[in-house]
């Protein structure tokens, strides 16, 4: 077979019709092609030789082109409306590849789909997957409409697939977010994603509402990379445990620093391997983690219930209840634990509240609808929560008007009842950020902003994600993968959702690196006066300054330690 040369030759087996002066002039939306055999922008590839048939019906008059050279006495076609037959042939010629393109008249869009000269085509078996994404994309992706001009090839696999079209987008800024890596690199991720179901995680557990599921997890909710400068050492400083866990069990905590995972010396060049099994093991096992002091911990990863809620606890001072509420993600399987958090801070009558979301990079809308209702409390009765814009056809069905989404005043559907006995009724709080405050924890805050109920924010600026998903089973009956897509912009109820390169602190205080000299400092235990975004927050609350964890830092001349760049590991979600 000669591939050098190619060309295609395109007969169409319809009635041939001439298009007169009268054709009609409207622009309808869409491109009046229904029941096609392709989907737009899909890939074909043919051997030389080898003919592929299209069928689809159109609204009206119709022209085929095509991109290729080769296609020179029939390189516009024409047909009537109604049901129409391609057939294309693929010929020897210098061209590799040619895009062909369907438009009907008086219509604002096209159709087309690309022939590829190459080997017989072979079927992926992410194929199938592929095409119910594709099909979803087409109708709820906020950039929809650009995504149907894209070039697809659904014999990727399924992950391959969403990443290499999205990415190949240019309007869709809002879903490719930028990041600077630790050597000042910029790249770029996607919050779309798609995951397939490990079906032996599937919870047997049964109650209303979302239930729990279950995960692979030491107990790590977040680590921190720490190189010597000195020496090609790193430690893992543990930020976060979740109650309960493996970790938690053993007796690691905050602060404490991993120097050897199984017996072996993490260093510059195995770091990110160890971090990437820590924080997000695949599989059931074992593992020994031995801290700086030389203590060894054994540690388990097996399936396992992670519960977010990392601590609650009132505190009082001063004259003052501070209720203090670690929280690391929107986790609506977990929202009676979070209520309960809420119900002990109304018993204890708080005056304050600390909510700390430093580690939280969102989740389910309805959670952050929880806490942001029972925060506001009563002034929270028949006020907005939050507004949707969505695609341009799905605004187009609504009348151009944003869907409202209200406090949960009335009435909590998960929970299957009031959240009155979780209403604080309070009027400003203190909420701690960091650069991977996301999403749901922004959604929050704005919520509350919206409805006038002042945000304090002490620490880093946010990450900076206004857009939200609404997921899919694929396929819809014994579903084998989760498509999670951007599908919305979230705003306030003052119509506010500009919040993309994030929110900045009123108090900028860096929990790495409190001497402001470059370098690592020790973390500190939550709730406590050493532990610097808490103690900033309680200052402001009492009035009264705290002795920060400044004077109790080691000296930098010491260690000369420096936090390294985080992967981002975990998804970040807007989730309704």
Same mark, same amino acid.
């Given at each position: 077979?000669?591939?050098?040369?190619?060309?295609?030759?395109?007969?169409?087996?319809?009635?041939?019709?001439?298009?007169?002066c009268?054709?009609?002039?409207?622009? !309808?939306?869409?491109?009046?092609?229904?029941?096609?055999?392709?989907?737009?922008?899909?890939?074909?590839?043919?051997s030389?030789?080898?003919?592929?048939?299209?069928?689809?019906?159109?609204?009206?008059?119709?022209?085929?082109?095509?991109?290729?050279?080769?296609?020179?006495?029939?390189?516009v076609?024409?047909?009537?409306k109604?049901?129409?037959?391609?057939?294309?042939?693929?010929?020897?010629?210098?061209?590799?590849?040619?895009?062909?393109?369907?438009?009907?008249?008086?219509?604002?869009?096209?159709?087309?789909?690309?022939?590829?000269?190459?080997?017989?085509?072979?079927?992926?078996?992410?194929?199938?997957?592929?095409k119910?994404?594709?099909?979803y994309?087409?109708?709820?992706?906020?950039?929809?409409?650009?995504?149907?001009?894209?070039?697809?090839?659904?014999?990727?696999?399924?992950?391959? !697939?969403?990443?290499?079209?999205?990415?190949?987008?240019?309007?869709?800024?809002?879903?490719k977010?930028?990041?600077?890596?630790?050597?000042?690199?910029?790249?770029?991720?996607?919050?779309?994603?798609?995951?397939?179901?490990?079906?032996?995680?599937?919870?047997?557990?049964?109650?209303?509402?979302?239930?729990?599921?279950?995960?692979?997890?030491?107990?790590?909710?977040?680590?921190?990379?720490?190189?010597?400068?000195?020496?090609?050492?790193?430690?893992?400083?543990?930020?976060?445990?979740?109650?309960?866990?493996?970790a938690?069990?053993?007796?690691?905590?905050?602060?404490?620093?991993?120097?050897?995972?199984?017996?072996?010396?993490?260093?510059?060049?195995?770091?990110?391997? +160890?971090? +990437?099994?820590?924080?997000?093991?695949?599989?059931?096992?074992?593992?020994?983690?031995?801290?700086?002091?030389?203590?060894?911990?054994?540690?388990?990863?097996?399936?396992?219930?992670?519960?977010?809620?990392?601590?609650?606890?009132?505190?009082?001072?001063?004259?003052?209840?501070?209720?203090?509420?670690?929280?690391?993600?929107?986790?609506?399987?977990f929202?009676?634990?979070?209520?309960?958090? !809420?119900?002990?801070?109304?018993?204890?009558e708080?005056?304050?509240?600390?909510?700390?979301?430093r580690?939280?990079?969102?989740?389910?809308?309805?959670s952050?609808?929880?806490?942001?209702?029972?925060?506001?409390?009563?002034?929270?009765?028949?006020?907005? !929560?939050?507004?949707?814009?969505?695609?341009?056809?799905?605004?187009?069905?609504?009348?151009?008007?944003?869907?409202?989404?209200?406090?949960?005043?009335?009435?909590?559907?998960?929970?299957?009842?009031?959240?009155?006995?979780?209403?604080?009724?309070?009027?400003?709080?203190?909420?701690?950020?960091?650069?991977?405050?996301?999403s749901?924890?922004?959604?929050?805050?704005?919520?509350?902003?919206?409805?006038?109920?002042?945000?304090?924010?002490?620490?880093?600026?946010?990450?900076?994600?206004?857009?939200?998903?609404?997921?899919?089973?694929?396929?819809?009956?014994?579903?084998?993968?989760?498509?999670?897509p951007?599908?919305?912009?979230?705003?306030?109820?003052?119509?506010?959702?500009?919040?993309?390169?994030?929110?900045?602190?009123?108090?900028?205080?860096?929990?790495?690196?409190?001497?402001?000299?470059?370098?690592?400092d020790?973390?500190?235990?939550?709730?406590?006066?050493?532990?610097?975004?808490?103690?900033?927050?309680?200052?402001?609350?009492?009035?009264?300054?705290?002795?920060?964890?400044?004077s109790?830092?080691?000296?930098?001349?010491?260690?000369?330690?420096?936090?390294?760049?985080?992967?981002?590991?975990?998804?970040?979600?807007?989730?309704?």
């Amino acid at each position: 077979m000669n591939l050098r040369n190619f060309s295609i030759t395109l007969w169409i087996l319809t009635t041939v019709f001439v298009l007169s002066c009268s054709e009609k002039e409207e622009n !309808f939306d869409g491109n009046g092609i229904t029941q096609s055999s392709w989907s737009n922008g899909e890939v074909f590839t043919l051997s030389a030789g080898e003919t592929h048939v299209v069928t689809f019906t159109a609204s009206d008059s119709w022209t085929a082109t095509t991109t290729s050279s080769a296609l020179t006495a029939l390189s516009v076609q024409s047909g009537i409306k109604g049901e129409n037959r391609i057939s294309i042939t693929a010929q020897n010629s210098s061209t590799q590849e040619a895009t062909i393109t369907i438009r009907v008249n008086g219509y604002s869009l096209s159709s087309r789909f690309v022939i590829k000269l190459g080997t017989a085509a072979t079927t992926s078996s992410d194929t199938g997957i592929n095409k119910l994404m594709d099909e979803y994309l087409k109708e709820y992706y906020l950039w929809n409409k650009d995504y149907q001009l894209t070039t697809r090839d659904f014999s990727q696999a399924y992950d391959d !697939f969403l990443e290499n079209t999205l990415m190949s987008m240019t309007t869709n800024t809002l879903d490719k977010k930028a990041y600077i890596d630790g050597n000042g690199n910029t790249f770029y991720s996607l919050f779309s994603y798609i995951e397939k179901i490990d079906q032996s995680l599937k919870t047997s557990q049964i109650r209303s509402g979302i239930a729990k599921k279950k995960s692979y997890s030491y107990g790590f909710a977040k680590l921190l990379p720490v190189v010597s400068g000195s020496s090609n050492d790193v430690s893992f400083y543990v930020q976060a445990v979740y109650p309960e866990s493996s970790a938690s069990t053993a007796g690691l905590k905050r602060s404490m620093a991993i120097t050897h995972v199984g017996g072996v010396k993490i260093s510059r060049s195995n770091w990110s391997t +160890y971090y +990437y099994d820590l924080i997000l093991p695949t599989s059931a096992s074992t593992s020994q983690l031995t801290n700086s002091e030389g203590t060894i911990y054994t540690v388990s990863s097996a399936p396992t219930y992670t519960n977010p809620v990392i601590l609650s606890k009132v505190i009082e001072t001063d004259g003052k209840k501070i209720g203090y509420l670690v929280y690391s993600e929107f986790d609506a399987g977990f929202d009676q634990e979070l209520f309960d958090a !809420f119900k002990s801070f109304k018993d204890a009558e708080i005056t304050d509240l600390i909510l700390d979301l430093r580690y939280n990079s969102g989740g389910h809308v309805m959670s952050a609808n929880l806490i942001s209702t029972c925060i506001a409390g009563n002034a929270a009765k028949d006020k907005i !929560f939050a507004q949707y814009r969505y695609n341009d056809d799905r605004m187009k069905a609504l009348g151009g008007n944003y869907e409202a989404d209200y406090f949960d005043y009335n009435g909590y559907s998960n929970l299957g009842g009031s959240l009155s006995a979780g209403f604080l009724n309070l009027t400003k709080i203190y909420c701690l950020t960091g650069g991977s405050t996301a999403s749901s924890s922004e959604l929050v805050i704005n919520a509350l902003r919206g409805i006038d109920v002042e945000v304090v924010l002490i620490g880093q600026t946010t990450l900076g994600k206004n857009v939200g998903m609404e997921g899919v089973d694929l396929p819809k009956q014994n579903p084998t993968h989760e498509l999670y897509p951007i599908t919305f912009q979230s705003y306030n109820a003052k119509k506010f959702g500009d919040f993309g390169n994030g929110f900045s602190p009123q108090y900028k205080v860096d929990e790495f690196d409190q001497n402001g000299d470059g370098y690592f400092d020790n973390l500190f235990d939550f709730c406590t006066d050493e532990e610097p975004l808490y103690a900033k927050a309680k200052s402001l609350i009492t009035g009264k300054s705290v002795k920060t964890s400044a004077s109790t830092t080691r000296s930098s001349a010491s260690g000369h330690e420096k936090a390294l760049s985080q992967p981002i590991l975990k998804r970040i979600g807007m989730i309704k």
